[in-house]
């Protein structure tokens, strides 16, 4: 007797249990080797993996859309260029790493800021070409064309290119598990021969390990497989395990109700299809309606200042003409309130402000103002911080750059009275911590004002104690005066004067002789004076004017 005899249903469902198994990878999941165990790698749950795997052909028309609609609609494309210029807009910075650095090193690197692909295409053009996919389609795709080539064993790469793949044919490439590089592996010096396992490549001279391909690019009927680190693929607005979410999904409606609102215009005022109001007579002959219309017209080409005169009667309301418009005005639909409050919702997707787009509203206040431009700095710096820490390190990493970095520039540069008080600040607050009775000392010698830095140690000493030290260092210091002072006045006086000095010859110091022969000169003078009646002073000093007169005469009244 067996067990399907009871439960025939049995040998069916181990059948699909192991089916699944195989299809999920369970199998592998779950093994262990002896005392050691791996942990689950799990990919994509089987639905996702299915709709990314099968919805390629979607995806590129889809694609497509997005970028024409971020390309066509103006209140997209305003708000994405202004990003990319504000980012790039101070260009590129290098920071050397060490002190030795080698600007040897860049030759290489500073060769394809100016052309690094075969369209002369700039490093900055590139990127900013990548910059508007990744707000627009929030996935793009940087391909760094390599070289290959055997050096004694050792297999080592030599950068060709810089290129922006478009995201609309650039696919992961996911085993049925949903596992990147577990699907396609190839050697990378031959690359035309595409293996579904890991392996040694079978080329006989060549003995290098086929690796796995994690990315693959549709490009004239044919996919080319391509590895991890040959691209780099940023996602800003919802980062996922492959596929970013475009923003422009999400306000899609508002960008389509853009579109709608400028066509209506551009059909009433440039195509004139449809008129803009109608003229409705009550009348109960339109013949003579239709003969007086041609009269007048005629009349009017005649004379185009002539004045028509037209009968209505009171009585019975003939001839009465009602006119119906058959188109709104801008004001009556309310147009320009509308698409202003669309455009400031659809930038705000992006978080551009107002005064970037020129908007007479944003310039209300100098605080709103402010504001907004500290809103726009953060965003700029968020997205250069994607460069900064996705892009430029595998960059420096293909082309060898160890001791150098590079980086983009602040695009907002901080006034010299903002860095001024920012370092009154830090000293100001040093001060304050020394007061608490910590240890303050100077980071770097030899540094402008605006970027010292200071170092704290030590612990806080209470206030009491701090008061008591100052007290005992105030006492200490008048101690120290009191005794020099004691100390000067009982110093003996060991100086003598010329006149005590038993050797001194007052005929022969020459200060003497000169002061002597000042003094025979001016009782000369003096003398002089009184002999050409001029009047000389108690002093024997001879008076010039009359003010100097008044003073001698009051001193000696006095």
């Not at 005169?309 to 009585?315: D, E, H």
């Not at 119906?324 to 669309?342: A, C, G």
Request: net charge negative; charged share 25%.
């Amino acid at each position: 007797m067996k067990l399907s005899s009871y439960l025939p249903e049995v040998p069916a469902f181990a059948q699909q249990m192991s089916d699944l198994n195989g299809q999920i990878n369970m199998l592998q999941l779950m093994k262990a080797s002896g005392d050691t165990g791996q942990a689950p790698t799990i990919g994509l749950d089987h639905v996702v993996n299915t709709w990314v795997r099968h919805q390629m052909a979607y995806r590129q028309q889809l694609v497509m859309d997005l970028q024409t609609i971020a390309m066509s609609v103006e209140e997209i494309r305003g708000p994405l260029n202004h990003i990319t210029s504000e980012v790039f807009r101070r260009g590129f910075d290098w920071e050397p790493l060490t002190e030795d650095a080698d600007s040897a090193e860049l030759a290489n690197f500073k060769k394809f800021l100016t052309s690094c692909n075969v369209f002369d295409q700039s490093l900055e053009e590139v990127l900013r070409q990548v910059h508007f996919d990744l707000n627009s389609i929030d996935d793009c795709f940087i391909y760094i064309a390599k070289e290959y080539y055997d050096d004694n064993g050792t297999l080592k790469s030599k950068v060709q290119e810089i290129r922006r793949l478009n995201p609309a044919l650039v696919e992961f490439d996911l085993d049925n598990s949903g596992l990147p590089k577990n699907y396609h592996f190839f050697c990378p010096i031959h690359r035309e021969e595409i293996h579904e396992s890991k392996g040694i490549c079978p080329e006989p001279s060549c003995k290098f390990e086929t690796k796995p391909a994690m990315y693959k690019y549709y490009h004239r009927n044919k996919h080319l497989y391509l590895f991890e680190s040959e691209v780099i693929h940023l996602s800003k607005f919802s980062p996922s395990e492959t596929y970013g979410w475009s923003p422009i999904l999400t306000i899609f409606e508002k960008a389509l109700t853009l579109i709608g609102m400028d066509k209506n215009l551009y059909r009433y005022f440039f195509e004139r299809k449809m008129p803009g109001s109608m003229m409705m007579v009550f009348t109960d002959d339109p013949e003579s309606l239709r003969r007086e219309r041609a009269n007048l017209a005629a009349q009017t080409r005649l004379d185009p200042n002539f004045v028509p005169m037209v009968a209505v009667s009171s009585k019975n309301n003939r001839g009465r003409v009602d006119m119906v418009r058959l188109f709104h005005t801008l004001q009556e639909m309310d147009y320009l309130p509308v698409k202003d409050e669309i455009r400031e919702r659809v930038s705000a997707m992006w978080g551009v402000t107002p005064a970037w787009q020129g908007s007479p509203e944003a310039f209300g206040g100098l605080s709103t103002q402010t504001q907004q431009l500290v809103v726009m700095s953060r965003v700029v710096e968020g997205d250069q911080r994607l460069f900064h820490e996705k892009v430029f390190p595998q960059l420096l990493q293909a082309f060898g750059v160890e001791n150098w970095n590079i980086s983009l520039k602040v695009p907002e540069e901080k006034a010299e009275a903002t860095r001024i008080s920012f370092a009154q600040q830090r000293i100001a607050m040093a001060s304050q911590l020394n007061t608490m009775g910590f240890t303050i000392k100077l980071k770097e010698q030899g540094v402008v004002m605006e970027e010292a830095q200071f170092t704290i140690e030590g612990e806080v000493v209470p206030l009491t104690q701090l008061q008591g030290e100052q007290q005992a260092l105030s006492i200490e210091q008048q101690k120290d005066q009191m005794e020099q002072q004691a100390e000067m006045e009982e110093a003996p006086i060991n100086e003598e004067s010329p006149e005590d000095d038993e050797e001194y010859d007052p005929d022969s110091d020459e200060t003497n002789i000169e002061m002597t022969k000042a003094l025979d000169q001016h009782y000369a003078d003096a003398e002089a004076a009184e002999e050409d009646d001029e009047d000389v002073d108690e002093n024997y000093n001879v008076i010039t004017s009359k003010e100097e007169y008044d003073e001698y005469i009051e001193r000696i009244g006095n």
